[in-house]
Structure formats: structure tokens, C-alpha cells
């Protein structure tokens, strides 16, 4: 079964630092590209950044560049986002996504949200 849990999400004060994980199974992790996005409430979900089959090829959202990075441990199949200098307007539920066999699979979600 193809699937994607994330986790690592919580209640941070403005300024601070989280890291979350994607942790993947049912398929060969490090043939896929693996993608973070989020979801604030009554918007529509939003790219935050994606990494390739290795650590060479990553791009980001403008809102995060600069402030998030993605990386992944392809032994561990898993997929990190670390998140510094977090602002208010970051509070959401993060999902990771894969598009596997053809289909489109999300983790669950994990929630972050920021305020003091």
C-alpha cells in the first residue's frame, strides 16, 4: 500500500523553528519526486517546496524561499522540511505529496501553527 505520513507539526511562537517528516512506503522512495505543500484555512492548498530523486534538485515557493529547506534521506525514505523564522501567515496543515504509479497520493497532514 502506497503511503505518506507526515508528522512533526505543533504550536510555535513567531521567530521560531519546526521540522517536519514525510515518512513513505509502498513504493521505490527514491525514484519519485516528493513535494510539501499547505493548506490554510478557506484557502486552497499551495506548493511550498519539492525535491528531486537526490539533494540536487529542490525548488521552492516564494513565500519560503530562504527560509524553509527540503532534504531527504532516501535510506530512511523519508523527506524533511525544516522551517526557520516562522511568521503567522505560516500557520496551516503541511501534506507531502507523491505522484505514484499514476496516481496523486497525500499524507494525512500535519498542523503547524504559529502565534505567541
Known amino acids: 500500500q502506497v503511503q505518506l505520513v507526515e508528522s512533526g507539526g505543533g504550536l510555535v511562537q513567531p521567530g521560531g523553528s519546526l521540522t517536519l517528516s514525510c515518512a513513505a512506503s509502498?513504493?521505490?522512495?527514491?525514484?519519485?519526486?516528493i513535494s510539501w505543500y499547505l493548506q490554510a484555512p478557506g484557502k486552497e492548498r499551495e506548493l511550498v517546496a519539492m525535491i528531486g530523486r537526490t539533494e540536487s534538485s529542490k525548488s521552492y515557493g516564494d513565500s519560503v524561499k530562504g527560509r524553509f529547506t527540503i532534504s531527504r534521506d532516501n535510506a530512511k525514505k523519508t523527506v524533511y522540511l525544516r522551517m526557520n523564522s516562522l511568521q503567522s501567515t505560516d500557520t496551516a496543515v503541511y501534506y507531502c505529496?507523491?505522484?505514484?504509479?499514476?496516481?496523486?497520493?497525500w499524507g494525512q497532514g500535519t498542523q503547524v501553527t504559529v502565534s505567541s
Open positions: 505529496k507523491a505522484d505514484v504509479f499514476g496516481e496523486r497520493v
Open positions: 509502498g513504493f521505490t522512495f527514491n525514484n519519485y519526486i
